[in-house]
């Protein structure tokens, strides 16, 4: 999407606004909830999946999956916070 529309910004003012309207027609919409349905799915379960594919070892004791899952979802959710705030959503 971003190649696109600098390729529709460098094309002019008449192509950029063009492009805007497509991404506020209803199935640009649609494909964009849908896409970022299907990336959360995949955030998510690859998170509960990371104590499997990364176990930290501290010693004699592995640290518990609940704690490497819960700072990667705390991570995440900070960054998230952090770029809604530098985008002007708060």
Known sequence: MMVWGLKQLAEGPA???AFLEFLKSPASIAFHVL????AAYHSITWFNLTPKAL???LGEAFVPDAAIS???FAA???LSLGILYFAGAF
Do not use: E, Y
């Not at 896409?35 to 299907?38: H, I, S, Y």
């Open 15 to 17: 192509a950029w606004a």
């Open 35 to 38: 896409a970022l349905g299907f």
């Open 55 to 57: 176990p930290v070892q």
């Open 70 to 72: 819960g700072a990667h």
């Open 76 to 78: 995440w959710a900070a």
